[in-house]
């Protein structure tokens, strides 16, 4: 058997962002389903302040993926971003090794922006016509590729920390999309209000958005929690929304729902719906123009085995 | 940054003997002062009869492997081996992958007869002459000939259940070993009696070798326990012994001490070293030639991390 042996330059040229949205969306409907199994995933530090996370994923008798990721925040003084790593795909009768990607979190960054597609596909109002984007690194940049292919949005307003930051994304995104208009946020509580859609990508540790900014009619995609501590919305506003999870335990220990748990505010019996119980039907998604949705994105192993598939569907076939 | 991707032919090429019992000795002493942090193994099961585990071992601020073997008991009916896999190395202050190996367990072959190896350079009687083997498979083989490196040995006895499998395995060791008198055995406490230094590597899970059977000043190595449930060895006779580990903790888990303690024979405090201990200096090895010693090696990451910087070394310099 011969492994095939994938460098950055080659993954990225094979991605479909069309076939990942669609890739994604299904991999939800067999993860609610049982089909894929998501053992426990394992961390360590190799030194006081990084981090390598070993995921994988499991459809039983057909394939697995192991993903490992380090975080390294020292990386960009010496040239390297600080996001490194490579992903495995397996044959799940026999272990051999039939794929390694060396796409240092690429095809992490695609299917979570896959991801905002999919929320925004079952829960945004079909009219949305405006998004604000939280953060504008990779992901506020690929969220917004992403979520152009599935509503027809005509302006982006962009909010960050740093206002070169967001200069010098508008003028990356508009020239990437021309007929999008990007604009600058001047508050974020003011950009809540006029957004159909929102998307929030940072890494913050407290809530960012409140409750009360946000419109009936509005809806939001989280990202940024993938972890203990982490935080981007009040609870509160998920308490007023209608809220759906990728996956309901995980949310309750590393997304959004931990906090709002923590609070006394909402139960893990309060979530809606997994989105994978919207993919095949088993729960609504939107069904009221009036009402706030959250999609709370932790970030599946599953999604890793759907896109790695997705490469090694594409290669087999050259 | 490019990442070295090797090939089973190409690292079997590299592999020295020599220099692994070195390096295994080395990373023993390394691991007992704490240079060397295994986290906790990972593991999960593709289908109703497979295994795949994940084990892994961080030098902080030098390097860190990780190591991925599979077990697919029906592989060989499919014309692979059972135990498919691979090993990476990473750069332990940036996370960048420095080397792919796809080497299908044959790095956790070497450095387990490597093991072996050290445990009776340390432990067995300087004048030993004869060994007996028991288990004639992959392991049986390794382990003398690492063993032969090591003690001036004249005799190897045979012993496993299948009288076909001890032919081949005498008539492939005679041809490579031309100085050594291979032979079968005729019972197995007989072959224990006669032998300086025994070698049993099963996957037992029941004791095979009886404390009754063992003479004083004989060294046993024990490969074959490195799972909860597996045991090669008579609790009695680790009592009637100079009992030594790879690590104490994971062979009161995984080792012939699991057995002990549940039998009441043993406690961890009647251990008598780690052999990192003896090889740093801390605790002696045999001091008295009518003592009976046993080393329970259960496998560490940390020969792993040893195995593969050789590999690398020697790649590096070509």
Redesign the interface.
Known sequence: ?S?L?LQYDEIAAVIDPGKVIEAIQDIYGQFYRGAV?M??P???E??DD?V?H?K?A?R??DQ?V?K?A???P??PS?G?TSI???V?L?D??????AM?L?DNALLTHHRTAAAGAVGARLLARQDSTSALVVGVGTQGTLQIDYLLRVRDIKTVTAYARKPEAVASYLAQQSKKHPGVDFRAATGLGEACREADIIVTTTPNREPLLMAGWIEPGTHVTAVGSDNPGKQELDPALLKKSLYVTDSTPQCAKNGELQHAIAAGVLTEADVHAEIGAIVVGDKPGRTDPESITVFDSTGLGAQDLAIVNLVYDSCRKE
Not at 92 to 97: A, I, L, M, Q, R
Request: glycine share 12%; hydrophobic share 40%.
């Open positions: 058997m492994t042996t199994q053992p426990f394992y961390h360590f190799p030194t990084s390598v070993i994988s499991v039983s008798g697995y192991v490992i380090s975080y390294f020292g990386n010496k390297l490194l790593g490579l495995m397996f799940g009768n026999t272990g051999e090794p390694v060396f």
